[in-house]
């Protein structure tokens, strides 16, 4: 019984074994063998098409969607790459009502997403690199900071930010990185480790009353660099005033004007930002410098949720320095990934 499931009538008659190729022409000609001579494949599937051209209007205009109802930019900037999962779903529809119109139409979502996003598709990492940098919100309700540290001390990077340090488990990180890290400082929920020398310590006041990014300058072999740690304040999503994050903004406008100010050429930020590099309203950031995962990254390397990441919002980036490579460390007991990079200075 069961090799009669894969038997056809053969041309005599008799039955033999169905090859993977016919039964592949079967399904095309069900899918496409009733459009010729049929005049409705243009009249139909209208709604689909226009709801592929929208889909390309929103990713073509989205700087240009107002902020003032709830954020509902930067809301759509920060999933923008999602959007491209409708193009499929729009693309089987269309082939099931079997609608040129609505085929072509899809071509142009298709064409914008692969002009905004199909350069991170490809992998850009290099092997060369001075320096490796990592960064990690280690999430305050961590339940095994010693853990956390461990892991992300393993990566071997010489220059390490952590973000969400709670004051309780402090001491915990610190013993457990000190074998691997010589120098580091803490200020507020915000800190560094290097294994290189650190001076010229001090808050970056990003206007939220207590302190959560900080500058040092870590004394690299190959000279000096202003590292820069930040932890930006968090997003929410509510259905009465949407996508609030007016001190997220507010902050990082902060940040911008301390990373203006720098008076040393290589500078690397570090942090959790909670937004993503197409966000405009972290544009006082993102101006000034390069994303180390967009230059030389390999993929969209999304770092949140860490249990399915969803948007990259764990940023490294970089100015008067070239990365080289960047990607996602394993996962730890938090709920963000940490990133990692290498940059040449």
């Given at each position: 019984?069961?090799?009669?499931?894969?038997?056809?009538?053969?041309g005599?008659?008799?039955?033999?074994?169905?090859?993977?190729?016919?039964?592949?022409?079967?399904?095309?000609?069900?899918?496409?063998?009733?459009?010729?001579?049929?005049?409705?494949i243009?009249?139909?599937?209208?709604?689909?098409?226009?709801?592929?051209?929208?889909?390309?209007?929103?990713?073509?205009?989205?700087?240009?969607?107002?902020?003032?109802?709830?954020?509902?930019?930067s809301?759509?900037?920060?999933?923008l790459?999602?959007?491209?999962?409708?193009?499929?779903?729009?693309?089987?529809?269309?082939?099931?009502?079997?609608?040129?119109?609505?085929?072509?139409?899809?071509?142009?979502?298709?064409?914008?997403?692969?002009?905004?996003?199909?350069?991170?598709?490809?992998?850009?990492?290099?092997t060369?690199?001075?320096l490796?940098?990592?960064?990690?919100?280690?999430?305050?309700?961590?339940?095994?900071?010693?853990?956390?540290?461990?892991?992300?001390?393993?990566?071997?990077?010489?220059?390490?930010?952590?973000?969400?340090?709670?004051?309780?488990?402090?001491?915990?990180?610190?013993?457990?990185?000190?074998?691997?890290?010589?120098?580091?400082?803490?200020?507020?929920?915000?800190?560094?480790?290097?294994?290189?020398?650190?001076?010229?310590?001090?808050?970056?006041?990003?206007?939220?009353?207590?302190?959560?990014?900080?500058?040092?300058?870590?004394?690299?072999?190959?000279?000096?660099?202003?590292?820069?740690?930040?932890?930006?304040?968090?997003?929410?999503?509510?259905v009465?005033?949407?996508?609030?994050?007016?001190?997220?903004?507010?902050?990082?406008?902060?940040?911008?004007e301390?990373?203006?100010?720098?008076?040393?050429?290589?500078?690397?930020?570090?942090?959790?930002?909670?937004?993503?590099?197409?966000?405009?309203?972290?544009?006082?950031?993102?101006?000034?410098?390069?994303?180390?995962?967009?230059?030389?990254?390999?993929?969209?390397?999304?770092?949140?949720?860490?249990?399915?990441?969803?948007?990259?919002?764990?940023?490294?980036?970089?100015?008067?320095?070239?990365?080289?490579?960047?990607?996602?460390?394993?996962?730890t007991?938090?709920?963000?990934?940490?990133?990692?990079?290498?940059?040449?200075?």
């Amino acid at each position: 019984m069961a090799q009669q499931a894969y038997m056809t009538e053969t041309g005599n008659g008799g039955s033999g074994p169905e090859r993977p190729g016919s039964r592949l022409r079967r399904l095309a000609h069900r899918l496409l063998g009733g459009w010729r001579g049929d005049p409705r494949i243009w009249r139909r599937g209208i709604v689909v098409a226009v709801l592929g051209l929208l889909l390309a209007l929103v990713m073509l205009v989205h700087s240009r969607i107002p902020n003032r109802l709830g954020n509902l930019g930067s809301l759509t900037e920060t999933f923008l790459p999602w959007l491209g999962l409708a193009v499929p779903v729009l693309l089987v529809i269309a082939l099931v009502r079997r609608s040129a119109t609505a085929l072509i139409a899809l071509l142009l979502p298709a064409i914008v997403w692969l002009n905004l996003f199909g350069g991170l598709l490809g992998d850009k990492t290099g092997t060369g690199g001075d320096l490796m940098v990592a960064t990690h919100n280690v999430n305050a309700d961590n339940p095994d900071p010693a853990a956390t540290a461990t892991d992300v001390a393993g990566s071997g990077a010489q220059v390490l930010a952590l973000e969400e340090l709670p004051a309780s488990d402090l001491p915990v990180y610190e013993k457990a990185l000190a074998p691997a890290y010589r120098y580091h400082a803490v200020v507020g929920t915000v800190g560094l480790w290097s294994k290189y020398p650190m001076a010229d310590v001090r808050a970056v006041d990003i206007r939220l009353g207590w302190k959560r990014a900080m500058r040092a300058t870590v004394t690299t072999p190959r000279g000096p660099v202003a590292v820069y740690v930040a932890h930006m304040p968090s997003v929410r999503v509510k259905v009465e005033a949407g996508f609030t994050a007016r001190q997220r903004d507010e902050s990082a406008d902060a940040l911008g004007e301390a990373i203006a100010d720098e008076t040393l050429k290589r500078v690397v930020l570090l942090g959790d930002l909670n937004g993503t590099m197409n966000d405009r309203s972290l544009n006082a950031v993102t101006s000034q410098l390069r994303s180390a995962q967009g230059a030389a990254g390999s993929g969209f390397g999304f770092s949140w949720p860490a249990s399915f990441p969803m948007a990259r919002i764990d940023q490294i980036m970089v100015k008067g320095v070239e990365p080289e490579s960047s990607w996602t460390l394993p996962r730890t007991n938090s709920d963000h990934l940490p990133v990692a990079a290498r940059v040449k200075l």
